[in-house]
């Protein structure tokens, strides 16, 4: 019993870290291409190492075994990003950087918020499940880098951007984090149902 909650949860809190040093670089990068190119570190070392990312498995609770997962998937993942944005030095550009993201996240309007959210989940999505078929790194890369120059929401993502703002645990970031997760699940959920279908 210990096992099946203590590796899960372990493994995704590695993948909110992994998450948030992606989040972290691009905000390091002056280049905003760079900067997409360079997060997707963080998605390719979880899909390598096989880890527990909210966005990579919600796609696939059509299996009964991930389903149960999940709520320890963004349990774990909410604490890896926490812990990281933890230890961020208050007095690093980067806090700055952050808050200069979040702002405007905070002020989307919810139909563009959950439009945003949808997109990603989608592309990440895609690039798991691409990946799964064809074992091209590509296939991780180009998803991750169109979700962030197209301003799409990540939860986990945004849970690291937040959490450096100090806006994570507010009444607004709590709803905010909350929309981007379900919007996440049902971009996923659409081309994992659709692709489903087509295949049956």
């Known amino acids: 019993m210990r096992d099946k909650i203590l590796k899960p949860i372990l493994s995704s809190i590695l993948s909110g870290v992994l998450i948030g040093c992606g989040c972290l670089v691009y905000m390091s990068t002056p280049n905003n291409i760079a900067g997409s190119f360079l997060f997707s570190f963080g998605l390719i070392t979880i899909v390598l190492r096989e880890y527990m990312l909210y966005t990579g498995k919600i796609g696939y609770v059509w299996d009964v075994d991930v389903l149960k997962l999940i709520p320890i998937i963004i349990l774990g993942n909410l604490m890896g ?16 950087k952050s808050v200069e993201l ?21 592309m990440m999505f895609l690039a798991v499940d691409g990946y799964k078929i064809k074992n091209n790194l590509l296939l991780l890369i180009f998803p991750v880098m169109i979700f962030i120059l197209c301003g799409f929401e990540h939860s986990v ?8 703002a100090g806006q994570l645990y507010t009444i607004d970031g709590l709803i905010f984090i909350g929309i981007v997760i379900v ?3 049902v971009g996923a959920l659409f081309f994992s149902g659709v692709h489903r279908l087509i295949k049956k």
């Open 81 to 96: 990003a926490t812990l990281l944005a933890t230890i961020v030095p208050e007095t690093s550009s980067l806090i700055a």
């Open 102 to 122: 979040t702002e405007p996240k905070l002020l989307k309007p919810i139909s563009r918020l959950i439009f945003d959210s949808i997109g990603c989940g989608a």
């Open 157 to 164: 993502a945004d849970m690291l951007y937040l959490g450096c």
């Open 183 to 185: 919007g996440n699940a």
